[in-house]
């Protein structure tokens, strides 16, 4: 079975700042890999899909990337609204894992 | 416009079986290519995938609560259930469910607390 790993599980950050969270697939999963966000009291929501690929609506400042089993989630400016819990999910096997999460926390 | 909502009992007893509907709005659970996923978060704790179902009908299940997972649906209400037998205290958790594309899981329910105790 395919495991997640992501990293750091809490990132203390300011406004403004450069963040980044990396998510690791145990095997190949090619770019069969989702983001989400989610805030205390709520469902997740979808902010990327394929890796790379930016759910609409979602702001320009999100971007994510691969480099083989390494997944990058990137927010360029962080933004008040962004302090949450962001979460990395496989869906290349039938199986759709999570990674553990990781907490941003204003600094 | 796509809903979910899911429904249960607040409350189960130890070793009973938790039974979850999901009932879905807006569009079908047979259309092609959409499956219909349960998620589960423990109070404080991280995301769990649970299984899903397809729009066909074929389910798959997380391998460590395969034992004890059924997904099922009844298309003339254009619902899902999830039952979970022998439920303890490490079951308790918000249970919520998703529209899944293949593509990430892009709508979801607002979720439902199931807390086990007696």
């Known amino acids: 079975d395919i495991q997640m790993t992501q990293s750091p599980s809490t990132l203390s950050a300011s406004v403004g700042d450069r963040v980044t969270i990396t998510c690791r697939a145990s095997q190949s999963i090619s770019r069969w890999l989702a983001w989400y966000q989610q805030k205390p009291g709520k469902a997740p929501k979808l902010l990327i899909s394929?890796?790379?690929s930016l759910e609409s609506g979602v702001p320009s400042r999100f971007s994510g990337s691969r480099s083989g089993t390494e997944f990058t989630l990137t927010i360029s400016s962080l933004q008040p609204d962004d302090f949450a819990t962001y979460y990395c999910q496989q869906y290349n096997s039938y199986s759709r894992a999570f990674g553990g999460g990781t907490k941003v926390e204003i600094k | 416009q796509v809903h979910l909502q899911e429904s249960g009992p607040g409350l189960v007893k130890p070793s009973q079986t938790l039974s979850l509907t999901c009932t879905v709005s807006?569009?079908?659970?047979?259309?092609?290519?959409?499956?219909w996923s349960w998620v589960r978060q423990p109070p404080g704790k991280g995301l769990e995938w649970i299984g899903y179902m397809s729009y066909s009908g074929s389910t798959y299940y997380s391998p460590p609560l395969r034992s004890r997972i059924i997904i099922s649906a009844d298309t003339s209400k254009n619902q899902l259930t999830l039952n979970l037998t022998s439920v303890t205290a490490a079951d308790t958790a918000v249970y919520y469910c998703a529209r899944d594309l293949n593509r990430g899981l892009d709508i979801w329910g607002q979720g439902t607390l199931v807390t086990i105790s007696s």
């Open positions: 394929e890796a790379s």
């Open positions: 807006g569009a079908s659970i047979t259309t092609p290519d959409h499956y």
